[in-house]
């Protein structure tokens, strides 16, 4: 009898459940809050709504210099019949949206979050850059943190880490499609392994 109460119990409370779910992956800082950025990288994954938020950010004034990051072609380059590395096509997705071509920097390298985010780490030792801020998908910015955080401060880089909102799934409901689904679980997936092997 108890299980059943307790079931009763969960299922009542089954939105704010799954929101709590997607909302402690979303560690996000908050644009504006921090001093300007002397860069934002922007990870491969998501070239326009990653891309489309990094010329906001852009535009408000948190950087005047974007870096696109990935070596993966993903399926919008095949869908275009040209090969283009992610980076080319988030570039593509943020001077779309009215940022300056000489603003906007490629870094085609790295096929995991892990990657990225050391080539971004030896690109700013080798460039000085001790001011940055790494633009992802919302639901993906716990795992950044949790590969990039220590190891940027032990370099001596401020790092801030701006989650774009979603544009296939509606982020409050991202339960019911399953796009949603797919990114949340994933994600989650992800993050155990990352815990286990780094």
């Not at 990653?50 to 095949?78: H, K, N």
Request: a positive charge; glycine letters at 8%.
């Amino acid at each position: 009898m108890g299980w059943l109460v307790l079931l009763l119990l969960l299922w009542g409370q089954r939105k704010e459940l799954l929101l709590g779910l997607s909302g402690w992956l979303a560690a996000t800082d908050v644009p504006g809050t921090t001093a300007p950025r002397q860069a934002l990288f922007v990870l491969a994954g998501g070239p326009i709504e990653r891309g489309y938020y990094a010329a906001r950010l852009y535009q408000a004034g948190v950087s005047r210099r974007i870096i696109c990051t990935g070596e993966l072609e993903p399926q919008e380059a095949v869908l275009d019949c040209r090969a283009a590395a992610e980076a080319a096509l988030t570039r593509k997705a943020i001077l779309h949206r009215g940022v300056p071509e000489n603003s906007v920097a490629k870094l085609p390298v790295g096929t995991s979050t892990q990657e990225e985010v050391k080539a971004i780490l030896a690109y700013c030792q080798q460039h000085h850059l001790t001011r940055i801020g790494l633009v992802s998908s919302r639901f993906h910015t716990r795992r950044i943190r949790l590969v990039a955080e220590r190891s940027a401060w032990l370099m001596g880089i401020d790092l801030a880490i701006y989650g774009a909102p979603a544009i296939q799934y509606d982020p409050e409901l991202w339960w019911k499609t399953e796009n949603g689904l797919l990114f949340v679980f994933s994600e989650y997936v992800k993050l155990a392994y990352y815990l286990y092997k780094y």
